[in-house]
Nanobody, 125 residues
Framework: QVQLVESGGGLVQAGDSLRLSCAGSGRSFSSYTLAWFRQVLGKEREFVAVSAWRSSTTSYADSVKGRFTISRDNAKNMVYLQMNSLKPEDTAVYYC??????????????????WGQGTQVTVSS
Protein backbone atom coordinates (compact mmCIF):
# COMPACT_ATOMS: atom_id res chain seq x y z
CA GLN A 1 0.00 0.00 0.00
CA VAL A 2 1.08 3.54 -0.68
CA GLN A 3 -0.54 6.86 0.17
CA LEU A 4 -0.08 9.85 -2.11
CA VAL A 5 -0.38 13.56 -1.35
CA GLU A 6 -0.02 16.23 -4.02
CA SER A 7 1.01 19.84 -3.49
CA GLY A 8 2.15 22.84 -5.48
CA GLY A 9 -0.97 23.80 -7.37
CA GLY A 10 -2.20 27.34 -7.64
CA LEU A 11 -3.31 30.24 -9.81
CA VAL A 12 -0.82 31.44 -12.41
CA GLN A 13 -0.83 33.41 -15.64
CA ALA A 14 -0.33 31.98 -19.10
CA GLY A 15 3.37 31.45 -19.76
CA ASP A 16 4.25 30.91 -16.11
CA SER A 17 5.69 27.78 -14.55
CA LEU A 18 4.61 25.57 -11.67
CA ARG A 19 6.13 22.55 -10.03
CA LEU A 20 3.80 19.95 -8.60
CA SER A 21 5.03 17.52 -5.97
CA CYS A 22 3.63 14.21 -4.84
CA ALA A 23 4.79 12.64 -1.61
CA GLY A 24 4.36 8.95 -1.05
CA SER A 25 4.20 7.08 2.25
CA GLY A 26 4.15 3.38 2.82
CA ARG A 27 6.16 1.26 0.46
CA SER A 28 9.18 2.54 -1.43
CA PHE A 29 8.50 4.25 -4.76
CA SER A 30 11.33 2.34 -6.39
CA SER A 31 9.06 -0.47 -7.58
CA TYR A 32 6.13 1.67 -8.70
CA THR A 33 5.33 3.19 -12.04
CA LEU A 34 4.29 6.76 -11.28
CA ALA A 35 2.14 9.08 -13.32
CA TRP A 36 0.32 12.38 -13.41
CA PHE A 37 -3.22 12.73 -14.68
CA ARG A 38 -5.53 15.71 -14.82
CA GLN A 39 -9.25 16.24 -14.87
CA VAL A 40 -11.55 19.09 -15.76
CA LEU A 41 -14.98 19.11 -14.15
CA GLY A 42 -17.38 17.15 -16.32
CA LYS A 43 -14.68 15.48 -18.36
CA GLU A 44 -12.79 12.22 -18.06
CA ARG A 45 -9.47 12.07 -16.28
CA GLU A 46 -6.67 12.24 -18.82
CA PHE A 47 -3.08 11.09 -18.88
CA VAL A 48 -0.35 13.73 -18.60
CA ALA A 49 2.99 12.04 -17.90
CA VAL A 50 4.44 8.76 -16.64
CA SER A 51 7.72 7.49 -15.21
CA ALA A 52 8.07 3.72 -15.50
CA TRP A 53 10.06 2.06 -12.75
CA ARG A 54 11.50 -0.88 -14.66
CA SER A 55 12.94 0.92 -17.65
CA SER A 56 13.24 4.44 -16.24
CA THR A 57 11.30 5.50 -19.32
CA THR A 58 9.12 8.60 -19.37
CA SER A 59 6.25 9.41 -21.67
CA TYR A 60 4.01 12.43 -22.14
CA ALA A 61 0.68 13.37 -23.61
CA ASP A 62 1.10 15.20 -26.89
CA SER A 63 -0.57 18.27 -25.39
CA VAL A 64 2.21 18.74 -22.81
CA LYS A 65 5.23 17.32 -24.62
CA GLY A 66 8.13 19.75 -24.55
CA ARG A 67 6.56 21.84 -21.77
CA PHE A 68 6.13 19.39 -18.85
CA THR A 69 8.74 17.16 -17.24
CA ILE A 70 8.12 14.29 -14.84
CA SER A 71 10.86 13.29 -12.43
CA ARG A 72 11.15 11.08 -9.40
CA ASP A 73 13.31 10.75 -6.31
CA ASN A 74 12.89 7.20 -5.06
CA ALA A 75 15.03 7.84 -1.99
CA LYS A 76 12.59 10.52 -0.88
CA ASN A 77 9.46 8.80 -2.22
CA MET A 78 8.67 11.85 -4.31
CA VAL A 79 7.47 12.43 -7.86
CA TYR A 80 7.38 15.84 -9.49
CA LEU A 81 5.78 17.50 -12.46
CA GLN A 82 7.57 20.58 -13.74
CA MET A 83 5.15 22.58 -15.86
CA ASN A 84 6.49 25.35 -18.06
CA SER A 85 4.84 27.66 -20.57
CA LEU A 86 1.47 27.02 -19.01
CA LYS A 87 -1.65 27.60 -21.06
CA PRO A 88 -5.25 28.23 -19.99
CA GLU A 89 -6.14 24.78 -21.35
CA ASP A 90 -3.82 23.26 -18.73
CA THR A 91 -6.32 24.32 -16.06
CA ALA A 92 -7.45 21.19 -14.21
CA VAL A 93 -7.14 19.20 -11.02
CA TYR A 94 -3.88 17.28 -11.21
CA TYR A 95 -3.54 13.84 -9.64
CA CYS A 96 -0.54 11.67 -9.06
CA UNK A 97 -0.97 7.92 -9.32
CA UNK A 98 1.03 4.80 -8.67
CA UNK A 99 0.93 1.20 -9.76
CA UNK A 100 3.06 -1.81 -8.95
CA UNK A 101 1.25 -3.95 -11.55
CA UNK A 102 2.91 -2.37 -14.56
CA UNK A 103 6.70 -2.10 -14.87
CA UNK A 104 6.65 -0.15 -18.10
CA UNK A 105 4.84 2.89 -19.47
CA UNK A 106 1.09 2.72 -19.01
CA UNK A 107 -1.31 5.60 -19.62
CA UNK A 108 -4.65 4.08 -18.64
CA UNK A 109 -6.31 5.16 -15.41
CA UNK A 110 -7.49 1.58 -14.87
CA UNK A 111 -3.89 0.39 -14.46
CA UNK A 112 -3.27 2.59 -11.42
CA UNK A 113 -4.20 1.44 -7.94
CA UNK A 114 -3.24 4.42 -5.83
CA TRP A 115 -4.28 8.04 -6.25
CA GLY A 116 -3.72 11.29 -4.47
CA GLN A 117 -6.49 13.72 -3.59
CA GLY A 118 -5.56 16.15 -6.36
CA THR A 119 -4.27 19.71 -6.53
CA GLN A 120 -5.92 22.50 -8.52
CA VAL A 121 -3.97 24.29 -11.23
CA THR A 122 -5.60 27.35 -12.75
CA VAL A 123 -3.98 29.23 -15.61
CA SER A 124 -5.43 32.61 -16.49
CA SER A 125 -5.10 34.16 -19.91
Amino acid sequence: QVQLVESGGGLVQAGDSLRLSCAGSGRSFSSYTLAWFRQVLGKEREFVAVSAWRSSTTSYADSVKGRFTISRDNAKNMVYLQMNSLKPEDTAVYYCAATARRMFVTTSTSEYDYWGQGTQVTVSS
